[in-house]
């Protein structure tokens, strides 16, 4: 049973209030908030989002845990990656020009080229026929998987009741496809709505056609017409708009978009039978009413162990000090991803960590696709297709830096004095992952080589174990790192050569994360901080930051980078009033 979004915003109010009252818990369990004004709210929550315990009896009602990451490419096409579909036993692909067909083994065969201008694809499958559009065109994709270029012009496509639905491009016109046939379109067979401003997205919903325009939206139904089968629900027109086509998605039985009407744009809204209900807040709209420019947003969607998300890709944001506005870019444009949790009701943010210069950048993703029990997403630069797990604590490799900005600490702008700060979290997982390891029979020493495309770096004083090597039993004495190979002692020499896997543990294996405090209410922070979390198996151990100082406005961020589960269940500061001991 999905949680009821206003009973958990509920609970984290309350106990935000319980918070202030004891000078012990202090709301640091929440969503992204950085309002206008962040002397009022400047909370953040990057790569994690929100979990309810629904038991009610847990240590909490909500806690803290990680996005998914990336695996290795599951496929390459050419870049960047701009739309995937399932039709039967294949994916369907377009990488730049041209379009692919993907296999559960990660074979690719190319079917043919589309017209490439950067933006998104728009797909359909009615069966056996898949009608893909690009730059205008539509096409097809035939059972047999011949391809046929150009069979109708299509800015986006749909398929409702037997028939393909493509929408004419920059104009008030969609037109349908003979019955179960791509290749068939009469040039009889469109329909035109009636307001005055262009068509730019059709979704197909509970067997429903919405038109979303720039100002408004029609609601069709299949009539059963003798001359053309569609017709306009009675009442069905809504004085509300779409800013950007393709963020129109299905998702939880209705449709979501980004809109716009007359009066304005930028705000997040899902339909409520046939009433628009807002989703966005005022805190996430200030965000995106900071970037050049927010018409060329997408959007996709997935559900995952029980929540349902709806993912705003913003491809124009540019790199933003959440305090102070633009800072120089030191990319043009590095984006910025929102994601909304239709199961909580709240916001996080999903964001590629680059370590270059050292900035958020939008998550790599740009696109999903659901296929053979796996979660798949495009790169939004590149040409590969990851596999998206959250057992995978790396993005392809590269570290996942998660951020959570918590609330301010203040109460009537007395001095208060922090002693203590402690967070709750899940301890001893520590750093390990389960390597394929690869050797030939030969004479001592014996030479691993270790398969780290999952992001799992060597260093001096890893142990292994496992029983990947023949002749070897339980653990294993490492003598030298190389890069990608361990030596293990010579007390035996494999009888065979050998492909297996071995669990590599990093020295030690404690995982840190890292705390800043602010003293001015979140525009200047300090130094960092670490605090370890734990080698594995330390499950008792606990994460303390002693001697704080005073402050009258103290606000704490904490971050973590480390390839391992993060689950933060709380957060608990020692404060007393005043500035003496």
């Known amino acids: ?21 004891r000078s012990q ?71 730049g020009d041209t379009v692919y067909q993907i296999a559960q083994d990660g074979t690719t065969r190319v079917i043919g080229t589309v017209i490439n201008d950067g933006g998104p694809v728009s797909f359909a499958f009615n069966g056996s026929q898949v009608l893909v559009a690009s730059g205008g065109q539509a096409n097809l994709i035939r059972g047999d998987w011949t391809y046929q270029q150009n069979v109708v ?106 809109g716009r009407d007359d009066r304005g744009q930028g705000m997040a809204w899902r339909a409520n039978g046939w009433t628009p209900q807002r989703i966005s807040n005022h ?35 540019k790199p933003r000090d959440k305090y102070t506005g633009y800072n120089p870019p030191t990319t043009e444009y590095a984006g910025a991803t929102w994601v909304y949790d239709v199961a909580t009701g709240m916001w996080h943010e999903r964001a590629f960590w680059n370590p270059t210069v050292s900035e958020y950048e939008a998550h790599k993703a740009r696109w999903y696709v659901a296929a053979w029990g796996k979660h798949y997403v495009g790169d939004r630069t590149t040409g590969d297709v990851y596999e998206m797990r959250l057992d995978c604590y790396t993005d392809n490799g590269w570290p996942i830096r998660r951020l959570r900005s918590a609330p301010h600490i203040s109460t009537e702008m007395k001095w208060m004095r922090f002693k203590r700060l402690q967070i709750d979290a899940q301890m001893g997982v520590g750093i390990q992952d389960t390597a394929t390891v690869t050797g030939a029979t030969q004479s001592a020493p014996v030479v691993l080589t270790v398969d780290t495309t999952d992001g799992f770096a060597i260093n001096q004083g890893v142990t292994v174990s496992g029983s990947a090597v023949p002749d070897y039993n339980g653990a294993f004495t490492v003598t030298a790192i ?30 840190v994360m890292t705390m800043r405090m602010s003293d001015d209410g979140g525009f200047t922070w300090g130094n960092q901080h670490d605090v370890g979390m734990g080698s594995l198996g330390q499950y008792r151990y606990r994460a303390i930051y002693n001697g704080l100082g005073v402050s009258r406005d103290r606000c704490y961020e904490i971050t973590s980078s480390e390839p391992v589960q993060q689950s933060w269940i709380d957060a608990y500061s020692d404060a007393a009033p005043g500035r003496g001991s």
């Open 153 to 258: 012009a299509a800015s986006m496509v749909e398929f409702m009741d037997g028939y393909f639905i493509a929408l004419q491009p920059d104009s008030r016109r969609f037109q349908l496809s003979g019955l179960f046939d791509g290749e068939t379109w009469s040039g009889l067979q469109f329909a035109q709505w009636e307001q005055n401003d262009n068509i730019e997205a059709i979704v197909v919903a509970f067997q429903e056609l919405w038109l979303l325009g720039q100002k408004h939206i029609e609601i069709w139904y299949d009539a059963g017409g003798q001359f053309f089968p569609f017709a306009r629900v009675s009442g069905g027109v809504l004085d509300q708009g779409i800013v950007s086509g393709f963020t129109a998605k299905r998702l939880d039985n209705t449709i979501f978009w980004l």
């Open 25 to 95: 818990l202090f709301g640091f369990i929440g969503a992204s908030y950085t309002s206008q004004s962040i002397s009022a709210d400047g909370e953040r929550l990057v790569n994690m989002y929100l979990e309810p315990v629904e038991s009610g009896h847990g240590k909490n009602s909500v806690y803290l845990t990680g996005t998914p990451g990336l695996r290795p490419p599951f496929v390459t096409l050419q870049a960047p990656t701009r739309g995937g579909i399932l039709a039967g036993d294949f994916v369907y692909a377009v990488g």
């Open 283 to 317: 805190a996430v709209e200030s965000a995106w009413n900071t970037y050049p420019r927010i018409d060329d947003a997408e959007a996709w969607t997935y559900q995952e162990n029980g929540h349902t998300y709806y993912v705003l890709y913003f491809p124009s944001a």
């Open 482 to 511: 190389g890069a990608g190979t361990i030596t293990l002692d010579n007390q035996n020499v494999p009888s065979a050569a050998f492909t297996g896997t071995a669990i590599v543990q990093r020295p030690g294996g404690a995982p």
């Open 1 to 21: 049973m999905a949680s009821d979004p206003s009973v958990l915003s509920q609970l984290l109010v309350q106990r935000k209030q319980v918070a202030l009252a």
